[in-house]
């Protein structure tokens, strides 16, 4: 039996669809996040976004891309932290990486250019305040990762938020 071009685009077409999204962890000198305030939502995040997979990107050139759209730096990224599979809900699964953008200085800070049409603002913060400003799984994500940092070890695996059973 031969497959042809069109049983493959079949076969493609009816696979399940999973999204995918990167962001980086920022950090001052004095351990404290940098968080963004979006518009589209009530609850802060960090600088990221979707992999567009289209173009070919790669999680690390997206986590990058998002850096610099939403904040205007160009930070080359250091490890991946953690790998978050997410269950979808009223969307299909996603699958999450975290990487070290790593600690900055107050110079690249008050270099820091919002994109208006995505955000309201940005801040540091520490690990408590910034836990009360995130959605739950991404505080779950965030802490996994930081976790990481924190042992020297990663990149670490979760699902929802938590590593697996």
């Known amino acids: 039996m031969t ?5 493959y685009a079949t ?11 990167a962001a980086a962890i920022f950090r001052d000198t004095e351990g404290r996040l940098l968080l963004v305030e979006p518009n589209y939502r009530d609850t802060w995040v960090l600088p990221g976004g979707t992999i567009e997979s289209d173009t070919g990107e790669s999680p690390r050139q997206a986590a990058r891309r998002e ?19 997410v269950h979808g809900k009223a969307r299909p699964p996603l699958v999450s990486y ?12 008050a ?4 994109q208006e049409e995505e955000l309201l603002s940005w801040r540091l913060v520490h690990w408590d305040e910034a836990e009360t400003l995130m959605a739950e799984d ?9 976790d990481a940092l924190e042992r020297g070890r990663g990149p670490v695996e979760l699902e929802d938020g938590l590593p697996p059973a």
């Open 11 to 21: 076969y493609i077409a009816g696979l399940p669809r999973v999204l995918a999204g």
């Open 67 to 85: 850096t610099i759209e939403e904040i205007g730096l160009d930070v080359e990224l250091g490890p991946l932290l953690a790998v978050d599979w």
């Open 138 to 146: 991404l505080r779950l994500r965030v802490r996994g990762a930081l």
């Open 98 to 109: 975290l990487f070290d953008g790593g600690v900055l200085d107050a110079a690249r800070f």
């Open 3 to 7: 497959t042809t071009d069109d049983d």
């Open 111 to 114: 270099a820091i250019r919002l």
